[in-house]
């Protein structure tokens, strides 16, 4: 049963492979902000991964976030997350970004608990009906 209160955590070093030049979101080679989501993301999904069974998996529907500070290449970044409200399906979490001179980014992300293979389906009958 996911709760409030479950904690996640992700980390990377910053690279040329995340930076905003990487990301096509600016010109800077400093963590870019779909990275700095995406790391996030991670620490949320495998907060609550061990608690789904093998036909389920979470899916990130909302991101609200700010990134408040730049952070060079070569230094590490994590994120931690907290699940903050558990309604059904719906799981929302308070998220954080770090480096090690402190906060670089803030908000709140919601994941929705799915079927793996109805959500496929839907998926799969996007592309069928769609030619």
Known sequence: MIIPGIKGH?????????????????????????????????????????FLDESQSSVGTLMNVSHSAATPIGMMVWADSEVIAADGKKIVFR??????????????HERYIISTERFLEKCRARTTNNR
């Open 10 to 50: 992700s980390e990377t070093v910053v690279s040329e492979n995340n930076t905003a030049l990487a990301a096509g979101s600016g010109t800077l080679r400093v963590f870019a902000t779909p990275f700095m989501i995406a790391l996030m993301e991670n620490a949320a999904y495998e907060s609550i991964a061990p």
């Open 95 to 108: 998220v954080t970004a770090y480096d090690k001179s402190g906060l670089i980014g803030s908000g709140t």
